[in-house]
């Protein structure tokens, strides 16, 4: 009986003992555990929700020892937001954001500059310019380009035939276009020849430039000329004329532009890559009957060059992150992984991967279809940065209130130009 109660006891001990080290080996598993809190918009919206968990959930399963929190926070508030933390200091590790608010952060000298993580190797898979205004002015890297979704000038191949004109050459000079825009006017009346936002709002604006800088109008940023400049005067009257000829729907914001260009009613538009996915599941049209209908290339110009605006999302790391290192491996993974890229970049978020090549070859395949490979070899060579930054919505409302009153009114350019021009801030 002492026998084997002391074989009892033996035995408990060692089972403690075993149970203490399995204890302490899950806590240090637990301790060495890295948690990267994300801020996105993507986990905040129904139609990306699905896509963005599912693109964490395969990265924590690739990478078991990082957990990433993701932090929803609204498209309208996460710039407010995220500047508002920095300030405070509890910024999230990384963050999604676009267009003049990756700017805005980035003038708070809150980010964590990115050079010293870029690989040679994937610097060199970027695309060109899929960096145009993420470098600040000492040339450093201040955020990553997640996707890319610039637009470019699409064009209806059916409707150009019917109207007499070449399916294969799309308008290349604003001359050009306005011949194009008045035969198919003529031919199909019904049809919105071009298909353009002149709403009022920074949005619009971005788009607009594109068209001021093909007249080679430059009215506020770095080396402006002004709103009274006769190149900026030129694209007033240019708006003017092709609104009088009822070549333009004006006031319709693009959104609103799409679900017509659909159903055929419009023969050219300038908007996103986005507008392929966006036809196709309004229209049903197969990949073969969609090329069939569309192409797309760089913007016509008339004087000036043809440049194009970057609508894409691009990623931040802040400084204050604890764990840099693992922050940028989800910043990688989120921009390179092609799971991510198949599954999320190029579908559910209707945009194109910032490299030139996936390192899968039935992806890669994928991306070389006509319109794909149309903005990536012709229309993103042509972005160029836009004067994001504090003062660029109190100039997107001055410009493109003059812009709407040049479409739908009858005051002289002249008079509307120097309106606006006292508008800008100075």
Known sequence: MIRNRKSVLKLLAAVSVAG??????VTASAQEKITITFANWAAAEGTTKPGIEKVIADFEAANPDIDIVSEAISFSEIARQLVLRARSGNPPDVAQIAGNDTVLLGSTGALEPLDSYVSDELAANLKSGAD??????????FAFPWNQSPAGFWYNKKIMEQAGLDPENPPRTIDELNEALAAIKSSQPDVIPLAIDTTNRPFAL???????QSFGAVPVGEGATGAESE??????????EIAQAGYIDPGRRIGEFRPLAAQGNVAFIWDQVLLKGVMQAASGMSDEEFYETWGVTT???GGGKATTFEGGHQLIMFSASKNK????????????S????????TSVNSSLPSIKSTGNAELDEVLSAPVFKAFSE?????????PYGPEFAAAATAVMAGVQEAVTGTKPIDEIAASIQQQLPQ
């Not at 145009?132 to 890297?141: N, T, V």
């Not at 190149?231 to 003017?240: C, F, I």
């Not at 290192?325 to 993974?333: G, S, T």
């Open 20 to 25: 203490i080290a399995a204890g302490m080996a």
């Open 132 to 141: 145009a205004g993420l470098r600040d002015k000492d040339g450093s890297l």
């Open 206 to 212: 971005s788009s607009n430039w594109p068209w001021m």
């Open 231 to 240: 190149e900026m005067k030129a694209y007033l009257n240019w708006m003017r």
């Open 299 to 301: 913007l016509p110009v």
């Open 325 to 336: 290192e693992a922050a940028w491996k989800f910043i990688e993974y989120l921009a390179t």
């Open 338 to 345: 092609p799971d991510t890229i198949a599954n999320y970049t």
């Open 378 to 386: 012709e229309i993103i060579p042509t972005l160029a940065p836009q």
